[in-house]
């Protein structure tokens, strides 16, 4: 597609539960990233994929994140456990190289009770 | 606890005038930068960006300044409009990950 699609658009999670995303980069984009935004402002860099690749995931908390890009399959960010402070709106990212602009998806509200 | 009302930097202008928003930026090895535009309930929108190797860009009724020496970048948006009422945030790249600035709430009065 010409736009970065995310989905669900919204979830709800107790505290504890499993929460998985998912986002489709735009078609012809080898990278794809994952951002965190908290509190309607910062955003932080969770992963970042070249193709089915993990190119960078400095930002993960690994005890209980994951994320995967496989061929022909949506991009996935998963929550294991979700606590309060995963609270947030997950944005995904893609672009045609490295260092190019970053098309944003319309994101996806996490909300843990 | 989470806050209630998150205060962000305001920058009010009339409509007609030209705005301003300025970013200090933090890491001398950057050498990519990008102004996002943010409206409630979206995500980020690409406004311009620039390279390490040139001081200015411009684009439709906008202009980014970089200036490497004391890490600052700037967005000037000429004749603001309405519709230009956001938040904006600048990011900065060493690597390929984004590392955004703290966004900046215009506020346009008509």
């Known amino acids: 597609g010409e736009e970065v699609a995310q989905t669900p658009k919204h979830l709800v999670r107790g505290e504890g539960q499993k929460a998985k995303l998912y986002c489709a980069p735009i078609?012809?984009?080898?990278?794809v990233f994952w951002y965190q935004q908290v509190l309607k402002n910062e955003f932080k860099f969770l992963i970042s994929?070249?193709?089915?690749?993990?190119?960078?995931e400095t930002g993960m908390p690994k005890e209980r994140f994951s994320a995967k890009c496989l061929p022909n399959s949506p991009c996935s960010l998963e929550i294991q456990a979700t606590k309060l402070e995963d609270s947030a709106v997950y944005f995904c990212?893609?672009?045609?190289?490295?260092?190019?602009?970053?098309?944003f998806g319309p994101g996806t509200r996490l909300t843990v009770l | 606890g989470e806050s209630v009302g998150l205060h962000l930097p305001t920058l009010s202008v009339q409509e007609g005038d030209n705005s301003i928003i300025n970013c200090a930026y933090s890491?001398?090895?950057?050498?990519?930068f990008i102004w996002y535009k943010q409206e409630s309930g979206k995500g980020p929108q690409f406004i311009i960006d620039i390279r390490s190797n040139m001081d200015k860009r411009q684009g439709q009724r906008v202009t980014v300044l970089l200036n490497k020496t004391v890490k600052h970048l700037s967005l000037q948006i000429a004749a603001t409009q309405p519709g230009d009422s956001a938040v904006y945030f600048c990011?900065?790249?060493?690597?390929?990950?984004?590392?955004f600035g703290t966004g900046t709430l215009l506020a346009v009065q008509p």
């Open positions: 994929f070249q193709n089915e690749n993990v190119f960078d």
């Open positions: 990212a893609s672009s045609l190289g490295g260092k190019y602009e970053q098309f």
């Open positions: 990011a900065e790249s060493a690597t390929n990950k984004l590392i």
């Open positions: 078609k012809g984009h080898s990278y």
């Open positions: 890491n001398s090895a950057s050498d990519y």
